[in-house]
């Protein structure tokens, strides 16, 4: 198994994965990799919503609901191969998890460490995807935070989807990796 450091530096977005499923139990671990991400107060703010097979329908579904609102002004034919492409959104991966901050409504809990904390859940299971031999790309955008988004996985009030997870087997090279030095990146204060 590789060391901590070398799938922390080795993880990379991988955007093109094989239609090969995915077991179950693979995906659980992942999971239960996200759960252990510091969380301040311990209001462990998240909740993850996995499609796989037909259920990624309900995000295909989502994008197309989103995309109407902004293609009034296409022909019949330009709005259905629209339509078509992002319905194709939701099946690049065999899996796609939707990670939802569930922010605490305590009255000493900050809203935006709750987004920390379910932003930090996305990593473990990014890294712990790394470290199982899969490939997985952390997608967002403006129709992540759209409320027929939020309305097509049943979010209610403060809940938010933080992050669309596409995750399946790589079917592509892994891109090297380039970041500048940390001591470039750190003031130190020091008495």
Not at 15 to 32: H, M, R, S
Not at 68 to 97: C, G, H, M, W, Y
Request: charged residues 25%; neutral net charge.
């Amino acid at each position: 198994m590789a060391s901590f450091e070398e799938v922390v530096r080795g993880r990379r977005s991988i955007g093109k994965v094989k239609a090969d499923p995915v077991p179950k139990e693979l995906v659980e671990k992942l999971i239960e990799a996200a759960v252990w991400a510091p969380n301040h107060h311990g209001t462990e703010p998240w909740k993850f919503i996995v499609m796989t097979g037909e259920g990624r329908r309900v995000l295909g579904q989502a994008y197309v609901d989103i995309t109407l609102e902004s293609i009034q002004d296409f022909t019949e034919e330009e709005r259905n191969i629209r339509l078509e492409k992002e319905v194709a959104k939701a099946f690049r991966a065999p899996v796609v998890i939707a990670a939802v901050c569930v922010p605490s409504d305590a009255p000493k809990v900050n809203p935006i460490e709750e987004l920390a904390a379910a932003h930090s859940a996305v990593q473990n299971l990014l890294l712990m995807a790394h470290a199982s031999g899969l490939g997985a790309v952390w997608r967002s955008g403006d129709p992540m935070y759209h409320p027929k988004m939020k309305q097509a996985f049943g979010l209610g009030g403060n809940e938010q989807v933080v992050g669309l997870i596409y995750i399946g087997y790589p079917d592509m090279q892994q891109p090297l990796g380039k970041r500048i030095s940390g001591k470039e990146k750190t003031v130190w204060l020091e008495g």
